[in-house]
């Protein structure tokens, strides 16, 4: 059950209660485009606690918080002021919790949401720490394919690029893999998806490996890019000799079918030429903005307002 | 021939039986030998068993095992067997076992793990699989593998 209770991964979401989530952010999304006002929150207050920067996703939810008619309160830079005191996270935690009725934390390091909820009397939601969770970002993805394409199930899905330390990719690996969906994963094998996560998805999802994106692209109705960064590299002739092959342009996007979309999770670098931005198929920026119905779905399914 | 006759006999005390050979020294280190003061301790190390080949054994004098004695034990030697000895009698064996929930004795690998951070909680792991010897931390889900388990004991 969501009503109450903290996200702190993508699992702490149930399929149904996903689908419904959904359904809501349909409807917001539409009162937002009919500038419709909604004052369902009136009274509440969100908490953000950013202990790194992520301009997109705070604003994201901060938006998200005012559309619903509710207040905000905010450290953009946690690090420079309790952190710098030496105050611990679980205290920062309780004391917000006190002025506040739900937290929204993004930090740097793994398991820090899980710590967070473990302190704090109000619902905590994840907005990214370390390298593990990501909720809501998966949330937007999967939400993004139901209303491009009107369903998940029965999808062939093709993850592109750093399959092994993205951690949107995980995340949105395994709740994947709750739907009747096809993967493909393509990646340099330096950058394949780590053992442990395919261990939990295979069996209940179809899942191709490759290296060459030309073995599926044809038979793909998404597209999910990710960015490969050179610091992966030990050298740069390797990552020169790769880089070429995973640049997806008109020529690649001329080969997927009428009705797919490519996807990413911005912010891009150069893993997408912009002449694709023009192409109907070209959603990474209906899927940003959808962000923003999401996370009001979200906030007031957990806050209970309707 | 009887080989625990090589180890002297105990009045009253504790006797770690079936520690794979050449743990002993790892178990008298969970012990924090250095603390157990006047007590006695005898220790057979590589005697010949028929089970496992070759064993350690260990035995202490007036000491009883704490919870989390036990539960550190039960990494190091899955297969141990502990006696408590009263009057030259053993008044209660049982073996080891394996921890469900591992609370606090371990650290995680992970060093961007949150549990290391200074924050005021234990660490927090839970068994994934006992042969071979696996456990996955409750904050950042990475695993340990038994190696990994025992340089950080
Ligand atoms: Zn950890």
Redesign the pocket.
């Known amino acids: 059950m969501l009503k109450g209770n903290s996200v702190v991964s993508i699992s702490d979401i149930g399929k149904d209660e996903m689908l419904e989530l959904f359904k809501l952010a349909d409807s917001y999304s539409r009162s937002v485009e009919q500038g419709q006002r909604i004052d369902s929150l009136h009274g509440s207050i969100m908490a953000t606690f950013f202990y790194e920067p992520s301009t997109r996703t705070r604003l994201s939810f901060e938006s998200a918080m005012h559309r619903l008619g509710g207040s905000v309160i905010s450290v953009s830079e946690a690090k420079s002021s309790s952190v710098a005191k030496g105050e611990t996270l679980a205290d920062t935690v309780r004391m917000a919790a006190s002025y506040s009725d739900i937290i929204v934390i993004r930090h740097p390091m ?2 820090a949401a899980k710590l967070a909820r473990k302190f704090s009397s109000k619902p905590i939601i994840n907005a990214g720490d370390g390298s593990g969770q990501h909720p809501t970002q998966t949330l937007l993805d999967l939400y993004t394919i139901r209303k491009e394409l009107s369903d998940i199930d029965g999808k062939e899905i093709t993850m592109l690029g750093d399959l092994r330390y993205g951690r949107t990719v995980h995340s949105l690996l395994l709740a994947l893999s709750e739907f009747d969906v096809k993967i493909n994963l393509v990646s340099p094998p330096l950058l394949r998806v780590p053992q442990h996560i395919l261990d939990q998805v295979q069996s209940m999802v179809k899942i191709r490996v490759t290296e060459n994106l030309n073995d599926v692209i044809s038979d793909s109705d998404v597209l999910y890019v990710t960015r490969i960064q050179k610091e992966r590299f030990t050298d740069e002739t390797e990552y020169n000799s790769v880089i070429g092959s995973y640049i997806v342009n008109s020529d690649i996007v001329s080969t997927m079918k009428k009705n797919s979309i490519v996807m990413h999770p911005l912010p891009r670098v150069n893993e997408i030429s912009p002449e694709v931005d023009a192409d109907p198929r070209a959603a990474y920026f209906r899927q940003a903005a959808n962000g923003i119905p999401v996370r009001m779905a979200l906030l007031s399914m957990i806050l209970g307002g309707k | 021939m009887d080989t625990t006759l090589k180890i002297s006999k105990i009045k009253d005390g504790t006797v770690i039986d079936h520690v794979p050979g050449g743990m002993a020294f790892k178990v008298l280190s969970i012990l924090r030998v250095d603390d157990l003061n006047e007590n006695s301790i005898s220790i057979g190390v590589r005697v010949p068993s028929e089970q496992m080949g070759q064993k350690d054994v260990i035995k202490v004098e007036n000491r009883y095992l704490e919870r989390v004695e036990v539960d550190k034990i039960s990494f190091v030697a899955p297969e141990a067997t502990i006696s408590i000895v009263k009057n030259y009698n053993i008044s209660e064996k049982y073996k080891v076992r394996l921890p469900e929930k591992i609370i606090g004795f371990i650290r ?3 060093p961007n ?4 951070a200074r924050e005021p909680v234990n ?1 927090e ?1 839970k068994l994934i699989s006992r042969m071979p010897i696996s456990i996955r ?6 695993s340990m593998s038994e190696r990994e388990i025992l340089q950080n004991l």
């Open positions: 793994d398991g | 995680c690998i992970n793990c949150i549990s290391n660490s792991f931390c409750e904050y950042c889900e990475r």
